[in-house]
């Protein structure tokens, strides 16, 4: 069984930063190869992906948020940052962070077994 819980959301102005963070509470086998990583889901509209990392570091990111978001893992803390900086009101919605115990879950949140609760980022001036 995995517990995912995020932090560090907030309203931040338009190009401000903010870092959100992602602990993994396991029960069970401990597993060294996964993925983790960000979605995000505003008002109306469906989850779509932001960044991930898997345990070896290789990271992926959406094009919309390239360049402005850096995705980063502790293996041993069994955590995931994602530090979000030039934030636009387009990254407004709840985060949800996710894992799952394989290597190439790339950008469809149905490949992603475990989620978080999500923690709401609001960008607004």
């Known amino acids: 069984q995995v517990q995912l819980t995020e932090s560090g959301g907030g309203l931040v102005q338009p190009g401000g930063s903010l870092r959100l963070s992602c602990v993994a509470v396991e029960s069970g086998w401990s597993y060294s190869r996964y993925t983790m990583g960000w979605f995000r889901q505003a008002p109306g509209k469906d989850r779509t992906f932001v960044a991930a990392v898997e345990s070896g570091g290789r990271t992926l990111y959406a094009d919309s948020v390239k360049g402005r978001f850096t995705i980063s893992g502790d293996n041993a803390k069994k955590m995931v940052y994602l530090q979000m900086n030039d934030l636009k009101p387009d990254d407004t919605g709840v985060y949800y962070c996710?894992?799952?115990?394989?290597?190439?879950?790339?950008?469809?949140?149905?490949?992603?077994?475990?989620w978080g609760q999500g923690t709401q980022v609001t960008v607004s001036s």
């Open positions: 996710v894992k799952d115990f394989n290597f190439r879950r790339g950008s469809n949140p149905g490949s992603y077994e475990h």
